[in-house]
C-alpha cells in the first residue's frame, strides 16, 4: 500500500476495501477526479472531506453547512478546493450544502451557547444523582 503523507487525514475506513463510487448518488469511472473540501468541526476538532457539488466560491477559513450522519452541521474550512483522485478518498462522499449566511452564523452561536448552558446541567444532574460518570461535552447540530 502506497504512503499517504503529508495529505490531510482520511475519514472512515481503508478506501480500498471500502470505497464506493459515485459520493453523490452517480456513478463515476474508476480513478476520476473529485472536487473536494476539508472541513473541521470546532467542538471536536475532527477534520473530514466533503464533495464540492456546486460552482459557489469556497476558500479555507469559511463557514458551510453540510450533511452529516448526525444531520446537518457548520464546519469551517481548512482548506481552499482541492481536485483529489478517486483512490485517495474514502467514499461516498457527502456534499458541502452551501457556504453558511450571517443569519445561520448567528443560529450557530445561539445553540454553541445552549450546549454550554445543557453541560452545565447535565453536570448538576450528575451531581445531584452521584453518578460515576464524566461529562465531556455537549453540542447541538445545526439542524436542532
Known amino acids: 500500500m502506497e504512503e499517504r503523507k503529508n495529505n490531510p487525514p482520511f475519514r472512515g475506513k481503508n478506501p480500498e476495501r471500502h470505497g464506493n ?6 456513478r463515476r469511472k474508476k480513478d476520476s477526479v473529485y472536487s473536494i473540501l ?22 479555507k477559513g469559511d463557514y458551510v453547512i453540510v450533511d452529516t450522519v448526525r444531520g446537518q452541521e457548520i464546519g469551517r474550512l481548512y482548506t ?8 485517495q478518498l474514502v467514499l461516498p462522499l457527502k456534499p458541502v450544502l452551501k457556504k453558511a449566511n450571517p443569519k445561520e452564523m448567528k ?10 448552558n445543557a453541560f452545565r446541567i447535565c453536570k448538576e ?3 445531584d444523582h452521584k453518578l460515576l460518570m464524566k461529562l465531556v461535552e455537549s453540542e447541538y447540530t445545526f439542524d436542532k
Open 21 to 26: 463510487p459515485g459520493g453523490s448518488g452517480e
Open 38 to 59: 476539508g472541513v473541521i468541526f470546532e467542538v471536536t476538532k475532527k477534520r473530514y472531506y466533503f464533495e464540492v457539488v456546486d460552482n459557489s466560491e469556497y476558500k
Open 80 to 87: 481552499d478546493i482541492l481536485m483529489m483522485p478517486e483512490n
Open 107 to 116: 443560529k450557530y452561536y445561539q445553540l454553541r451557547e445552549e450546549a454550554k
Open 125 to 127: 444532574k450528575i451531581a
